[in-house]
């Protein structure tokens, strides 16, 4: 696939309009933001008068701040159109009926809005669009000529978020590109993955935003291989795990460590015993700490086991004695047990990290088991759950417990545990599996030592493989003439969040500082006074900016200039050039990232302007 650039194109962006008078448009700013706006994007795209909120997480773009997004939006579509992905738009509103298809109608959950139209049938208000496109493409694909199929949208989304906050950072309507393919195989897949990852980091340089691309859990979407694209950010809803040795970054919910050797109570390592393992009274003694205490040993030296709930496991059961008797749910070619229990174990200073655990088990959903539920599998009250003699339920063992001697754990009895216990020996897990929660001060496999950051999910590329392509049915003819699925990926950029992280990563005290690639405006020019000279100025860098293919707002307004300097630094316009009678023949130029000024001569100005932003674009876009 070629790849044509347009090389203009981050400088002649294609709005109607290049120029806007400030009393023209719609400047309505606020000396504060309402008390619920927290972080500084929301607080300052409200006092920008850059949105205007309409309900709980519903926000309207103003004029002045949908030309950013516009502009966000465009250097996406741009980027995209690159890499060869073809633009399209399905409808918002789709068939309940293609979401039944896949089996997400009801796994979806409370956030996808549902409505009835007037013949009764189930609709949807797009959460995402991995059924839609689905359902469109099928319709023509019929050979292994017409793959891969590559298309996105740049389109409304809503999600009924239980906690829309931040703004436009989790609202409820928002806006995403969504990006979708269809390959004939891994290989292909893999092909059009990596164009979308090289074009994300395009995105996001163009934007001026510094990205870290993690591997992340794929949660409900299914499927294996896939990267978050995340700002680091005090207000991050997501850990990042980052080694500083390798550049190792991966989401905590996916992060992965190298094996640490256990220790005994002495420091040394763990060694095999050949004792038998034995029972020890330990009455009332119920958390690893007490436990710890009460024998003289170190959490490393127990074997903590976890009962829990899991629904929805596709996880082939079918070798697990205790669930011989269960049958699982058969819909369309998926197979799954609705309910069922583990035992997990691992290391008594360590924690399950339950999204992997889930991942492991193929679950919708994981929980720990109730205390009933718990006393029913172990037989004993809980506190007491061991993997020794354990029958109720299959054992995961997390890897972190293989490599453990002479341990301790519950002896399914009450108050009472087993020393001497040898995992292997004395138990047999039905699996061992990487379910270790990672933290900061963990190794890496290279030797280094994990840190970890806030971070905020801006994009995200998942292969998804044949999750979709086969519930809903999507065949073509091979090179054979034989009938073959697709596999499928899709990749996703939050337009209202990215704009918000722009506005996260560049601020100051006083508002906004816009990169010069996203400003509503790239000038702002500011008589202090709209008259006379300073008027005759004004007007001809106005016209002179205009026509060179710069976007200028002109602060024609009659008000003091302190409020105009004000406005114009809040709304983050990139470049202000300030004309003062007292200053003639010469202007100010304040770059809004810059602390100081620079006086120019007027004549000068325009062209000095000119050459600023498009060498700031430039950058960008290097
Ligand atoms: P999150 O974990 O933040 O809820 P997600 O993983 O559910 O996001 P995806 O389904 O991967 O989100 O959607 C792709 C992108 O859409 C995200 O990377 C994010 O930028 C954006 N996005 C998702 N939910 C919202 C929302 N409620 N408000 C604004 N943007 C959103
Ligand atoms: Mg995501």
Not at 15 to 32: D, G, H, P, V, W
Not at 157 to 174: A, H, L, S, T
Not at 555 to 571: A, H, Q, S
Request: hydrophobic fraction near 35%; glycine fraction near 6%; aromatic fraction near 8%.
């Amino acid at each position: 696939m070629t790849i044509v650039r347009n090389a203009c194109s981050q400088v002649s962006f294609s709005l109607q309009y290049n120029n806007m008078k400030a009393s023209q448009s719609m400047i309505i700013t606020l000396r504060e933001a309402p008390a619920e706006a927290v972080i500084a994007s929301h607080q300052y795209m409200l006092r920008a008068g850059l949105i205007r909120k309409l309900g709980n997480g519903l926000y309207t773009y103003m004029p002045l701040g949908l030309r950013t997004f516009n502009k966000v939006q465009n250097i996406i579509r741009e980027e995209l159109n690159a890499i060869g992905a073809l633009e399209f738009k399905p409808t918002v509103i789709v068939p309940g009926d293609i979401w039944k298809e896949s089996g997400r109608w009801e796994t979806m959950g409370p956030q996808m809005l549902k409505a009835k139209n007037r013949q009764e049938q189930d609709m949807v208000v797009s959460p995402t669009a991995e059924e839609a496109y689905t359902a469109i493409m099928r319709q023509d694909l019929t050979s292994y000529k017409q793959l891969p199929i590559n298309c996105y949208q740049i389109n409304t989304k809503y999600r009924d978020e239980i906690r829309p906050r931040y703004g436009v950072m989790r609202g409820r309507e928002f806006m995403m590109m969504d990006g979708y393919s269809l390959n004939a195989d891994d290989e292909s897949l893999d092909q059009t993955y990596q164009l979308y990852a090289k074009a994300y980091l395009r995105i996001f340089k163009r934007l001026g935003l510094k990205v870290i691309p993690v591997k992340a859990d794929s949660g409900a979407m299914g499927g294996n291989g896939s990267e978050e694209f995340m700002v680091e950010s005090e207000i991050g809803d997501d850990t990042l795990i980052i080694c500083p040795e390798c550049g190792y970054a991966a989401n905590a919910e996916k992060a992965s460590c190298a094996k640490d050797i256990p220790l005994n109570s002495e420091g040394k390592p763990q060694t095999a015993t050949s004792e038998k393992y034995a029972p020890i009274s330990t009455p009332d003694v119920k958390t690893i700490d007490d436990l710890s205490k009460f024998l003289k040993t170190t959490p490393q030296c127990f074997i903590k086991t976890l009962i829990y709930k899991a629904k929805n496991v596709a996880l082939d059961l079918s070798d697990v004695p205790c669930y011989k008797y269960l049958k699982p749910i058969t819909e369309g070619t998926n197979k799954f047990y609705p309910e069922v229990f583990f035992a997990v174990c691992i290391r008594g200073d360590l924690d399950v990290n339950e999204a992997k655990l889930a991942g492991f088990l193929k679950a919708s959903e994981i929980e720990l088991a109730s205390d009933e539920e718990d006393e029913k599998i172990t037989t004993a009250p809980v506190g007491f759950a061991g993997p020794v003699n354990l029958v109720n339920a299959p054992v995961i063992a997390d890897l972190s417990v293989m490599d453990m001697h002479d341990c301790v754990t519950g002896a399914l009895k009450k108050d009472t545990h087993f020393i001497h216990v040898e995992p292997n020996r004395d138990f047999t897990p039905y699996k061992v599996a990487d379910v270790r929660l990672v933290k900061p001060g963990d190794k890496c496999s290279c030797g280094g030592t994990y840190y970890s950051k806030k971070g905020n999910e801006l994009g995200h590329i998942f292969k998804l493989g044949y999750k979709y392509t086969k519930s809903m049915n999507v065949t073509y003819l091979d090179k054979n003439g034989k009938m073959a699925t697709p596999t499928m990926g899709c990749y996703g950029i939050g337009v209202d969040r990215v704009m918000a992280s722009i506005i996260e990563a560049h601020h100051d005290d006083k508002g906004i500082m816009w990169t010069m690639s996203t400003a509503p405006y790239q000038v702002a020019i500011v008589p202090i006074k709209y008259d006379g000279n300073m008027k005759e100025v004004a007007d001809k860098l106005y016209d002179d900016l205009t026509k060179a293919g710069i976007e200028v707002m002109l602060d024609d307004r009659n008000e003091r200039p302190g409020v105009k300097f004000n406005d114009m630094d809040l709304i983050g316009f990139p470049v202000r050039i300030t004309v003062g009678d007292k200053n003639l023949p010469n202007v100010e130029i304040k770059v809004r990232s810059e602390p100081e000024a620079k006086l120019i001569p007027a004549t000068e100005a325009a062209a000095k302007v000119e050459d600023f932003v498009k060498k700031e674009l430039a950058d960008l876009n290097a």
